[in-house]
């Protein structure tokens, strides 16, 4: 797993690559909460483009976030997600939670 961050105004944009899966969930969660903590930001994007595979470990720690995210005030947003990593956010019911969309920009603007 690769993670690449960026602060923008009250945003934190996380680029996720590789698999989100129970083998890298932990430290997903850690360096994820380690950023939002020293950033001191409101809201988080999660752009998942080079996501390949996501599993329920990665679903439960994007959710973990989304409930951190939404109890400071802020929005969470996925932004990039290939179709067969969007078809398990849908299928888990995340999509209903929180709004994906095709870019970074369209992202940003949404939250």
Known sequence: MQLEF????????????????????????NEVEGALEEQGVQNLILNLKDVSFID???????????????????NMAIAEAEPQVRR????????RIMGAYETENAALDAV
């Open 6 to 29: 960026e602060h923008i105004n009250k945003t934190l944009i996380v680029r996720v690559g590789g698999e989100l899966d129970l083998a890298v969930a932990e430290s997903f969660r």
């Open 56 to 74: 329920s470990s990665g679903l439960g720690v994007i959710l973990g976030r989304y409930k951190r995210i939404t109890q400071v005030g802020g």
């Open 88 to 95: 398990i956010l849908e299928l888990s019911g995340i999509l």
